[in-house]
Each structure stands twice: as C-alpha cells, then as structure tokens.
C-alpha cells in the first residue's frame, strides 16, 4: 500500500538548512579574508581549563575527559589536576618561545577553586572564554529552562567578576546544548560560541535575543580526539597538524584567508612524552605566514571585513 502523502510533507522543507538559525552558504562562493598585515592563515590556539567533580554525576551523560572508574576515581581526578598545576606551566613557556597568542577557556569553578593559576592568566592578558560551570554541569535537550537559565547567568557574570574580563566567548562544557542555549548566551553578552564544528569560518548565528558568531573549534584537531578518542600517536598527533596548516594555507591563496584552530588541553599535551610534539607544531606553524590571535581579534578581523 502506497503512504499517505502527508508522511513526506515537511513544513521547512527547502534549499539549504531546515531551519532558520543561519543562512546557508556556500564556503567558497564567500567574500574572501585578509588577516592583518596580509597574513593568509589565522592561527587560534584554544586552551581549555577544566573541573571535573570527583562526584561527577554524568547527567545525562558523561563527557569524555570525565571519571570513568567507582567513585573515588583518584587516578582520572588527579591527572585532570595534574594539567592544572604543571601542564599548563608547559603550555604557557611553549607560548611564549614561539611567539603564540592563546585564548583561554575557563571553568567557572575552576577560576574559584584555583587562584593561583586564575591570577597567573589575569597576569598574561590573555582572552578568557567562559567554559560553562564545570565539566558535570551540562547543557542538553530537554533541560529546565529555569534551571539553565541560572546557570548561564551564574557561569558568564561570576567569570567576569573573577577575570575582571568582560567575557564574550563561550565553549558549552562536552561541546553540548540545550535548544535554549543559543538565546541565553546572546541575553547575557555572549557575542560568540565555539559548539557548532559545520565549517572553516565563522557565521553568523540568530536567535531571539539577537545574533551570535558561531565560531568553529575543530573537533577534529582536538588533541583529545585525536589522542584519547582515536588512539592516535603524539608523532601522528603532530603530523595531522602540520598537514592541516600545509593544506589550509594553499586554499587561502587561492580562496582567501582561512582559520587554524587548534584545541589543546594541558592534561594531555602537557605530559612530558608529548609537550614535545605540541612544540614540533608551533614551531612549525609560527614560521609560516600566520596571524597569530585570540579568538575575539580573529573574530574582529573577520567581520570587519564581512558586515557593514
């Protein structure tokens, strides 16, 4: 029997995207960029600091990075500690050698719970983006407005306050939303989000409480990704890289300026058997013609060149 054609009838049935929350576009029918001083590749450098409870709950689910053994899993809990107190000091002297501007995406209540490293990046001037609370509070479908609501106002205003930053990035704790969460973060300052992985360069986003920037943080040069998720080596972990910057500065000479994004965290890369490879990287992409940025002059640099 034949369905019924109501079953193939779908009201946002269109060219495009089903939905409204961009316009569809194609990456290579776009204006072309110029980075600043006619640089053709950007290079962001994402740095996230995190908190994993020891109790984590995993509501509703558990992130990757999290505890995965019986509570008390000392052994992921420590470690995630361990890139808080000396793999980020890595990171930081690595920085500065190659000449790297990194943009920092806090935890909340790591900020609380960690003077000592929140003063040392208030001391460098670096960008902070608000990382939501911690790593077990999430942002998911079907969650509490009320309750989400709170939690956007408690993570960006409390940042601010700590950084003595006006925050306007955010990266959601898993990379995870709710269908409410673009609307929060545009009501409470939030000018770009860095969850959404589909292109090259940034776009504009639109939700109810006016625009956002939707910033794309590579999932795929997630050094977690490569390395926890993929098993990959830290030899193969550098090797993509350098292949990622190789490829995407022959498209920008043809096709304009292109982004870099590399998410990096100090509890992985941070090891001793792999700051190496991290610094075979920027030693690498640091000689080649590079703009190297926080997230928001990246962001400057590209609207400034793409709205009127």
């Known amino acids: 029997m034949a ?36 640089k053709k ?3 962001w450098v994402n740095v996230p600091l995190q908190f994993f409870p020891l109790d984590q ?27 808080n107190r000396v793999g980020i000091f890595r990171f930081l002297k690595a920085f500065d050698k190659y000449g790297v501007t990194p943009t920092f995406a806090m935890n909340t209540q790591l900020a609380k719970r960690n003077p000592y490293l929140l003063n040392t990046i208030k001391e460098r001037g670096n960008e902070v983006m608000c990382h939501g609370m911690h790593m077990d509070a999430l942002h998911y479908g079907g969650q509490d407005k009320q309750l989400e609501t709170q939690l956007v106002q408690d993570s960006v205003n409390q940042l601010r306050e700590l950084t003595e930053q006006n925050i306007t990035g955010w990266l959601s704790p898993g990379r995870n939303e709710s269908e409410n969460t673009p609307e929060l973060l545009a009501a409470n300052g939030i000018e770009y989000f860095c ?15 006016g625009n956002l920037w939707a910033m794309p943080l590579s999932n795929e040069l997630d050094d977690a990704f490569i390395m926890l998720n993929n098993l990959h080596s830290e030899d193969s972990y550098a090797e993509q890289m350098i292949d990622a910057c190789d490829f995407l500065l022959k498209e920008a000479n043809h096709s304009g300026g292109r982004i870099l994004s590399l998410n990096i965290h100090p509890w992985m890369l941070g090891q001793p058997h792999r700051i190496g490879a991290l610094e075979q990287v920027l030693e690498y992409v640091m000689n080649q ?4 940025a926080s997230a928001s002059d990246i962001l400057q640099a590209f609207t400034s060149q793409t709205t009127t």
């Open 41 to 43: 590749l950007a290079l």
């Open 3 to 38: 369905l019924d054609k109501s079953y193939l009838e779908y009201s946002h049935r269109s060219h495009g995207m089903d939905h409204d929350r961009y316009d569809w576009s194609m990456l290579t029918d776009r204006p072309k960029i110029t980075w600043p001083d006619g």
């Open 289 to 292: 013609d590079v703009y190297s």
């Open 57 to 83: 709950k995993g509501e509703p689910f558990k992130i990757q990075g999290g505890m995965t053994m019986p509570y008390p899993d000392l052994r992921h809990f420590s470690l995630r500690d361990y890139g």
């Open 195 to 209: 969850d959404w992985v589909n292109d090259d360069m940034p776009y504009r986003f639109k939700t109810n409480k």
